[in-house]
């Protein structure tokens, strides 16, 4: 049955796919089956922070290497293309760039996709015309110091198992290397999922004498790509990134520095359920009730916080079940700074505290609360020893959280 699935689904993808190329290869499969083995693109906080070209070694195959401090963070005066509403989709695009804009396949009637290159070059099909869903590009005359941000949507095919929604924001080291256009510029791609579907696939070409600003551009182009009803996807600037999660609705900002798990810490506890955790220190995964260090009845996680050190900050977010009236009280005007009094255990000496707790690197505050209809415990642990500047970024951190309210 799988044989019959798999040979079904690579002969519609044979009549359907996008060659973009100077040979007629179509590459979608290949881009399926690796995010099938892949699951899925990870989030990283600092996913909009990567990327740039450093030198260039070869007009096809080409790999290149990046760096940071080139990325552009400012991008208030690029121009939004498509819109999430009317297209499924939105990127932004540096002003002088040239924006050509791709039909959708059959199977995608509602979206458009789009070409975007720092050069005067238009993209033809082999007849001259303009490219439609299955037509190869012809990359002939196209400069050897060009870069393209490329997406072509597809819709839902029926046949291909289902796989994780892709994170976002995208970022250059996410896409895999496909080899290159015969005489031509690298390529890079990579699938795009929503919802256990491919929703299209994204590519970035590179030029061998590509200059380092527009590879730069163009990485942050990637990155500022959005795909309507992808559950996690972060905004960056100004040395603060903000993380909106659509599955749980909320949204929180950190500082440069800190890290959100992509995970669970604690998978095994049911409820309440961990939905956040932000830490200022390399994580790891409890997978076992008497693992790490464990604070009281309602653990959290313990194998985090064993690692934690006295220069360290933890904040962690739990949803409840049910919420019953009275149960507990409504969101509090401010988180904190809160003081010693007001933590686990309150103001005790070491020598009085549980026999665990008597070493620990931190104070911690276990705080209840409603919001939008939602019951909520937020736990904030910061170091002994940490510095003034990071205790208030924790409490900073703590009262950007933000929720959608339930619907009535």
Known sequence: MNDVRDEALGALLERAATGIESEPVDH????????????????????????MFVGAVSWAGLTFPRDIDQIPADIRDWRTFASLEENGWTIQVPPPWRVQE????????????????????????????????????????????????????????GLILPQASTHLPLSADLLESSGGISGGPSERNAAVWVGGRPVGIVRQ?????????????LDRMLASFRVRSVDRWTETGEGLTTLHDEERDYE?????????????????????????????FPLRVSEQPDDGFRLFDAPVAPVALQDMQPDDAFISLQEGGGV??????????????????????????SQELPEAWRDAPFRAWWIPFLDGGRAFYLFVAIGTEATPELRQQAWAVAESISFEPVPA
């Not at 399926?32 to 990327?51: E, K, P």
């Not at 009637?109 to 720092?118: H, M, Y």
């Not at 070409?205 to 551009?217: H, N």
């Not at 520095?257 to 995970?263: I, K, L, N, R």
């Open 28 to 51: 979608l499969p290949e881009v399926l089956r690796r995010g099938s083995r892949r699951r899925a693109i990870r989030f990283t906080a600092i996913a909009a922070a990567v990327a």
């Open 102 to 157: 791709l039909p959708a396949c059959a199977t995608a009637p509602e979206r458009i996709g789009v070409s975007v290159t720092n050069t005067d070059f238009v993209f033809r099909n082999p007849k001259g015309e303009q490219p439609r869903c299955a037509d190869r590009h012809v990359f002939a005359g196209f400069p050897r110091d060009g870069v393209v941000f490329q997406f072509q949507p597809w819709g839902d095919f």
């Open 205 to 217: 070409y590179v030029g061998s004498d590509a200059s380092a600003a527009d590879i730069a551009a």
């Open 252 to 280: 929180v900002t950190y500082p440069d520095g800190w890290t959100v798990a992509d995970e669970n810490l604690t998978p095994w506890l049911s409820s309440p359920s961990e939905i956040l955790s932000l830490v200022t």
């Open 324 to 349: 019953s009236a009275g149960s507990t009280e409504n969101r509090p005007d401010h988180f904190g700074p809160r003081g010693c009094d007001e933590s686990i255990y309150g103001c005790r000496p």
